[in-house]
């Protein structure tokens, strides 16, 4: 089947007219008399009756007109969202982020600027957003102390610091130049599970210092940190990037060599030209002091 005959003769049903039917498809007027006339013969057809004023449709193409009207219906409808996603006036990106801090103002600034655009963000802790993002089940990522990897994209964001995390009445929370890391030796805490990227950077600055925390709590969420630090179970741990307006708390710096963590947003490689990756990369330094 010949879709450019198809195409012909939808444009002459619609049209009632082979020069209207040429102007629409943009060839000449031969050419669309070609098209049906070669349709009609492959199939031993007659679809359109010519008159000296008029062009009519058999029954056979009244019949044809109504399937290739819903055909070529679907097609403008698919040209019309392509064409509308390669303007970035819609579209579906799908993000993964180990945290909501840094991705949120991202997300706002790509609604300002692209308000069609619909975002699905899933959540998880760094091994999960780096596992979405290399699986390809996300378009982008916001991940933390990435190493650079053949067919990943990166772009550096900024980096944080570990701070500690204690209640709003602790003695520390008015030591406005922090502590020394020295001084969690032996300091009861709460902290993410160790495959948290907080939590690693955390240990390594620890086992670098010569400094054992006693460890109470293990917990999956930040927000489990900061509710086991506001009922004063411990101590806690927080990105700086992360520190919670919660009046209950307060985050403390911490002074010491290795506390720092690397934040990035990433796409996979050969996705990276896609316009709407493309679009949200560009994007994304501007959304971060």
């Not at 890391?181 to 009861?188: G, S």
């Not at 985050?251 to 963590?261: D, R, Y």
Request: proline share 4%; glycine share 6%.
């Amino acid at each position: 089947m010949n879709l450019f005959q198809l195409r012909a003769f939808d444009a002459v049903a619609r049209e009632g007219s082979f020069t209207r039917a040429a102007t629409r498809l943009f060839i000449s007027q031969p050419a669309v008399t070609g098209h049906i006339k070669a349709l009609e013969d492959h199939y031993q057809i007659t679809l359109l009756r010519r008159t000296a004023r008029r062009v009519e449709l058999t029954e056979e193409g009244i019949k044809l007109a109504a399937i290739t009207r819903a055909m070529f219906g679907l097609v403008d409808e698919a040209q019309v969202m392509l064409e509308a996603n390669r303007q970035l006036l819609t579209g579906r990106l799908e993000v993964a982020a180990d945290g909501p801090h840094l991705v949120m103002p991202m997300l706002a600034n790509l609604r300002e600027r692209y308000p069609g655009i619909t975002v699905n963000l899933r959540l998880g802790n760094a091994q999960e957003t780096l596992a979405a993002l290399l699986s390809e089940h996300v378009d982008v990522a916001v991940l933390t102390d990435v190493e650079p990897r053949k067919g990943l994209t990166l772009r550096p964001l900024n980096q944080s610091r570990v701070c500690a995390l204690v209640p709003a009445a602790h003695p520390w929370q008015a030591l406005t130049d922090g502590i020394e890391i020295a001084q969690l030796d032996q300091v009861i805490m709460v902290l993410r599970e160790p495959t948290s990227t907080t939590r690693r950077t955390f240990d390594q600055a620890c086992a670098k210092a010569g400094v054992s925390p006693r460890v109470l709590l293990e917990l999956d969420s930040r927000e489990a940190v900061t509710e086991a630090v506001a009922a004063q179970l411990g101590v806690g741990v927080v990105a700086s990037v992360e520190v919670s307006r919660d009046p209950r708390v307060c985050a403390v710096p911490i002074n010491g060599t290795g506390l720092a963590n690397r934040h990035m947003i990433g796409c996979m490689e050969r996705r990276a030209e896609l316009r709407l990756i493309k679009a949200f990369m560009a994007l994304a330094p501007q959304s971060i002091g």
